[in-house]
């Protein structure tokens, strides 16, 4: 579950890894204050969503600090950074580029959207899941849903015409 929805956030199989172990440590070292309020999954859930959320913030600023310094290596006209690939076991290769600009797509959405999203759709939660989740109502889900499906069609519609 933790594995799964990190992947879904940072589309790489290390990250993912990384974060995962992050969150169990986390959970480890915080299980003496989870106060029952809610369910362990869902506890476990919301420490997901904000390590990968950190994790991608954290490497967004790498990214400019990298992009400042320099864009190509000093030896060759390669890019040190390019863009991450999503590489999610199971899926077949002739889908991989679609789902890689789907991916890049979603990457763009506001967090609480992508959160959403990604929850609802991805990870196949009802909307009263997503909503005890992220700690929100469910008419806010709901909101944040279309708001992210209006969003990516604009977003697809603009990088095909």
């Known amino acids: 579950m933790v594995y799964n929805l990190a992947l879904n ?75 991450p690939e999503y590489n999610h076991p199971g899926i077949l290769l002739e889908h991989k580029e679609g789902l890689d600009n789907l991916f890049k797509k979603i990457n763009e959405l506001p967090d609480n959207q992508k959160t959403a999203l990604i929850l609802h759709k991805i990870e196949q939660k009802s909307q009263a899941e997503v909503a005890e989740i992220m700690n929100i109502s469910p008419k806010a889900v709901e909101s944040l849903i279309q708001r992210a499906k209006t969003n990516l069609s604009k977003k697809i519609d603009n990088s095909e015409g």
């Open 9 to 83: 956030y940072v589309q790489n199989i290390e990250d993912a890894q990384e974060i995962t172990q992050d969150v169990f440590v986390a959970v480890y070292r915080s299980l003496n204050s989870f106060q029952e309020n809610s369910s362990l999954s869902t506890w476990m859930y919301r420490i997901t969503i904000n390590r990968s959320l950190d994790f991608l913030k954290a490497k967004q600023r790498k990214k400019r600090f990298a992009f400042l310094t320099s864009l190509f290596f000093d030896d060759s006209n390669d890019l040190k950074h390019n863009p």
